[in-house]
């Protein structure tokens, strides 16, 4: 099967989401159109096909499958959550018997901050830091201890902050893939069934002198 941007969005929209979500870990699932869009630019940017890359905070695994379906060598799969990791397993057969071969993944049940194998990429979807400011700092510390090239989603507005801490931590933001991500009604304080929230993909790039 010739892959496409189009039909790797269809197979991760094949996947099992998560309903019973966390509000303190800001479970939010990330749509299987916009995973198909970073992942197709990670693709031609060279940073998937033979990487192995860390899916840290992996939720239902749809950024790590995307990027095992892209041809990547090996996903490290991690997450706190017991739960969500198990959705991620299922998710992984369901696209083995889908594409009628095995993915070399390897899935964790433990904090972010007791990982510690050294990965190409990091492909992560971390808090946004709405319940707790700058939740997501622990997650982009870790990749760029662990890594050299970095994609993370973040609020929009949260750019200086990622773009000093890289400067800090010998990184560049090299780019930032603009989302309209929607988060749909999952908590008894959602009013609307989606709300859209303005997102970056930031590409973080470590500078080697």
């Known amino acids: ?9 269809v197979l991760l929209s094949k996947l099992k989401t998560f309903e019973d979500l966390n509000l303190k870990l800001e479970q939010y699932q990330t749509d299987s159109e916009i995973a198909a869009e970073v992942l197709w630019i990670a693709f031609m940017n060279n940073d998937i096909k033979d990487k192995v890359i860390g899916d840290l905070g992996c939720g239902n695994g749809v950024l790590g499958l995307g990027a095992l379906i892209l041809g990547a060598k090996k996903v490290y799969f991690i997450d706190v959550d017991k739960k969500v990791l198990e959705i991620a397993k299922e998710n992984k057969k369901v696209l083995e018997k ?9 899935f964790m049940n433990e904090e972010i901050k007791s990982f510690n194998k050294k990965v190409d990429v990091v492909i992560e979807n971390p808090p946004f830091g709405v319940k707790e400011k700058h ?7 870790k990749a760029m201890d662990i890594s050299n090239v970095v994609y993370s989603f973040h609020k929009i507005e949260s750019e200086d902050f990622i773009e000093k801490l890289s400067n800090d931590n010998g990184f560049i933001v ?5 989302i309209k ?24 790039i470590k500078i080697v002198n």
């Open 174 to 178: 090299k780019d930032v893939i603009k």
């Open 135 to 141: 939740a997501d700092k622990e997650f982009l510390i």
């Open 98 to 106: 889908e594409l009628n071969e095995k993915l070399d993944a390897i």
């Open 181 to 204: 991500f929607p988060i749909k009604s999952s908590f008894k304080f959602h009013r609307k069934k989606v709300h859209f929230v303005d997102v970056g993909c930031f590409r973080l």
């Open 1 to 9: 099967m010739k892959l496409t941007k189009n039909k790797l969005s």
